[in-house]
């Protein structure tokens, strides 16, 4: 029952995301649009950010679902893409009206759950640290926000496809090699070379 509360709230948002921007929605907007009081709304969230927060992981948690290996983050993705297109109306109010650093540190958490099970993958045989896997994780995790932060800017525009194929093409098979450089670096330096 919880969840179907919870879609519920993010549906009479989203509905009104369609009419007015976020900074005019109040709790009671929410509550009454959904059939609902306000105290119900309490229950499940703290705020209305809590919410926005809330609905925008769910939304990537089904988007990268069953698509965090090597062979398919491309698709998980692209799948996050199509999830931020789909709900553009919704993405495009919270981008202009919550802190840039809140959507950036959002994307930041889904984008690196997405590549740190492909490091993991990538590294299964190789004696690497985890902080080591961590900071690849990172480095391609800021490349992979950012791009889609500067595709949100221009009002999502470009074909997401085209966005993927490209970052594809430049990355193939560099996680790999970032760890094979990582174990050998960790080699080298303890033989003194």
Known sequence: M????????????KNLLLKKPVN?????????????NRM?????????????????EEDARRAIE???TYDTWEQGFLNLFYAVEENKPFIMNVYRYVSREQIEQ?????????????????????NVRKNDKRF????YKYGF??????WIQHDM???????????????????????????QDKSASKMGI
Not at 3 to 12: D, G, V
Not at 161 to 181: H, P, T, Y
Request: with cysteine.
């Open 40 to 56: 119900t709304f309490y229950y499940h969230f703290k705020d209305i950010y809590d919410l926005i927060e809330w609905s925008c």
């Open 24 to 36: 005019k929605i109040t709790i009671q907007d929410i509550a009454e649009d959904c059939g609902i």
């Open 66 to 68: 069953g698509n965090k």
């Open 106 to 126: 959002y994307l930041y958490r889904v984008v690196f759950d997405l590549l740190i099970d492909v490091v993991e993958e990538c590294s299964q045989g190789l």
């Open 157 to 183: 525009k470009q074909d997401p496809k085209e966005i993927v194929s490209q970052l594809n093409i430049l990355i193939d098979g560099d996680v790999k090699r970032a760890l094979e450089k990582q174990r």
């Open 2 to 13: 919880s969840q179907i509360t919870k879609r519920a709230l993010e549906a009479s948002l």
């Open 145 to 150: 926000v950012g791009l889609m932060l500067e």
């Open 136 to 139: 690849i994780a990172d480095f």
